[in-house]
Every structure is written in C-alpha cells, then in structure tokens.
C-alpha cells in the first residue's frame, strides 16, 4: 500500500513543495495539514499535485481545540498514520508586541512548538498501530536556533534560559511572553520555538525510539529566501535577502530543492537513523549534522517536555 504522510503548512513553501514531491513518487497520499482550506486546495491544484494523492485536512495549531480536533477527523478518516511532519510555522521579526495563541500563549512558540508537541503526542498513539515498515516522525528544525553556526549568531540569539517565562504560561501578563522570561522580540521567539522544535525531536527520539521503532528526526533544509516565512518582514529585507542567501552566503536553496530534501527525510531508505539532525553540503548530499550545546542539552529538552506537557494538557 502507499504511505500515508500528514505535512503541516502544507499549503505553501517548504510544505508545498515537500507534499508535492512526496505525491509525484506515487508512493504516497498526503494528508496536507492547513488552517487556511482554500488556499491548501488552491495551492496544491498550482503545483499539479493529482486530486488521488491527497486530501487537506483542516489544523490551526494556535488552538489546541483546533489540534484535537483535526487528530478526531483524521482518526475517522480510517487511515494509518506512517509519518508525520511538523513543518508550519510562523515567524514575526517586525513585531512590536506579541500576539497570542486561542490559549493565550504567545504566538510563535504557541504554533511552532505547543500545536506541535500536542499534535506529536497524540499522533504518537496513531503511529504505534501503523504496521508501515519505516514509520518517521519529523519536525523541521532551523540552522537559526543554533548559536554553534555563524547564521545562528546573528542577533537576537536563540537562549531558552531556565524556561521561566514558559514555566509561567507565557501568556504577558502575570509571565513573560519570552521563554527565558526577559522582553519580547518576535525574531528571538521564532528562534527559540526552532530550538523546542529540535530539543522535542531529541526527546521524542528517548523516550519512544527503543520502543516504538519510530525515527525520529530534524532537518535544516538550506536558506529558502523566498518562502511566506519572510512575508512579515521589511519589504527591503523581502528584496534583498534571496540575493544575499544566493551570492553571499550561498547558503540558498530553491524551495523544490527544499521539498526534495525533505522529501528524502521521510522516505529514502539510507535516512532510518533516529535522533538526527539532517543538513546538507554544497553537492547535496545529506550529512548528519552538529546541534548546538543548548540544542543538545538532554536535561533541559525533559524539563522543556515536562513544561510542555502540563501547558498542552497532557500532564
Ligand atoms: P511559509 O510561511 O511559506 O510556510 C509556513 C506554513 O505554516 C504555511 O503553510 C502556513 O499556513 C503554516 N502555518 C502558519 N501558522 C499556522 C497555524 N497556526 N496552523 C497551521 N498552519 C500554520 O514558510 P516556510 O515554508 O519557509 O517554512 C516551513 C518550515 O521551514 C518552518 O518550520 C520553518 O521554520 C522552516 N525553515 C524555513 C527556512 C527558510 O529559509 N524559509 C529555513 C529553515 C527552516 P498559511 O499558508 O495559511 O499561512
């Protein structure tokens, strides 16, 4: 039988181009997670994916009720879960003031990290009972959360601190709307939930791997310079930043290139081992690539668990 995969944000960027990679192989029926339903159904008729090799299923991972409710409608769909991607996300670098999620958590941790840890645990369930021969469990990293690479030291950088302002509810107002409780800047909150992302892969991948089979992994797909991620941005930066990526950097990456690497991530035989961080060299080839040390910090990705699992309901 095909695989069945759920892409979060399938609707545009990285997860368009990932769920239209994944349909063509025709190994796959993608479950094309999105919040806007139109645009998703849109978006995947602009890319020629083929009405067979997918369904949008409606998710808005800023309310848990939204999360909850998709995992409902998914499991009456009948299907087995194979894989699941994490891939959504919401990035606000020009922003004044937070915003906040259905539950009051501040916006971009709120989706980047709680919609996806609730949505992760209860598809956990989902995944155990698929009889698939390589069942994978991948939530997109970013290179941004990493103070160990130059792009990860641009300022603001990423720092979780002692996780105060999360442990407070991250709500702004009897807590911090930040993690580590100081002020807020939308930029840092993007790069902080990126790190969640890459600290809640690494849990998952302890306390699962050994007994459910699952791989779990995490990807940096390359600087994809002309996503909607940036849309918030200055339009100066909007102008500048793709040339920049491509000729200075030279860290840019098309956004089909993107969706072929992970892509990869979900389906190619040689990417089984669980616990990894996947980027790629100048050929493309795949590597298993260096977390930074807060990234990588076992005791503070089970308090960041612990947290999370009492702020989403679990605990
Ligand atoms: P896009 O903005 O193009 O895509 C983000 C997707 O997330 C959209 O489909 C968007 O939906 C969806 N989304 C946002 N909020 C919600 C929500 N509340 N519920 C459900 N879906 C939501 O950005 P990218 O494709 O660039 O980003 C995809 C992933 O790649 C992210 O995890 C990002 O961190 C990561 N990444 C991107 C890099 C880049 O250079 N672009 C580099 C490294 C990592 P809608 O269409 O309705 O807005």
């Not at 958590?105 to 021969?133: A, I, W």
């Not at 991948?138 to 990860?152: D, K, Q, R, Y």
């Not at 990526?245 to 089984?272: C, F, M, N, W």
Request: net charge positive; glycine share 8%; proline share 3%.
């Amino acid at each position: 039988r095909k695989g069945n995969v759920i892409v979060t944000g399938a609707s545009s960027g990285l997860g368009l181009a990932t769920a239209k990679a994944l349909a063509e192989t025709g190994k796959w029926h993608v479950i094309m997670a999105c919040r806007n339903f139109l645009k998703a159904e849109k978006a995947a008729k602009s890319v020629g994916i083929l009405k067979e090799n997918y369904n949008v299923m409606h998710l808005d991972l800023a309310s848990f009720d939204s999360v909850r409710q998709f995992v409902d409608n998914f499991r009456r769909s009948g299907r087995p879960l194979d894989v699941l991607v994490c891939n959504a996300a919401v990035y606000l670098p020009t922003a004044k003031e937070p915003s906040f999620t259905a539950e009051g958590f501040e916006l971009s941790v709120g989706t980047n990290h709680l919609g996806h840890f609730l949505l992760s645990r209860l598809l956990l369930e989902d995944m155990k009972q698929s009889d698939y021969p390589s069942k994978r469990l991948i939530i997109v990293g970013s290179i941004t959360g990493n103070t160990n690479t130059l792009a990860g030291n641009v300022p603001p950088k990423a720092n979780l601190g002692d996780l105060r302002g999360l442990s407070g509810g991250l709500n702004g107002l009897n807590s911090s709307s930040m993690i580590d409780g100081g002020e807020f800047d939308g930029a840092k909150a993007y790069k902080d939930s990126k790190v969640c992302n890459m600290l809640t892969m690494q849990e998952l991948h302890r306390r699962f791997h050994e007994e459910t089979g699952i791989t779990f992994a995490s990807l940096y797909p390359g600087c994809i310079a002309t996503t909607g991620l940036f849309r918030e941005h200055i339009p100066l930066f909007r102008l500048l930043f793709p040339p920049f990526q491509k000729y200075i950097t030279k860290g840019y990456v098309s956004e089909e290139e993107a969706g072929q690497r992970l892509a990869q991530v979900v389906s190619d035989p040689h990417l089984t081992k669980s616990g990894v961080y996947w980027s790629w060299n100048k050929n493309s080839s795949s590597f298993e690539n260096q977390l930074s040390k807060e990234a990588s910090d076992a005791e503070k990705a089970r308090k960041l668990w612990e947290i999370s699992e009492k702020l989403v309901g679990l605990a």
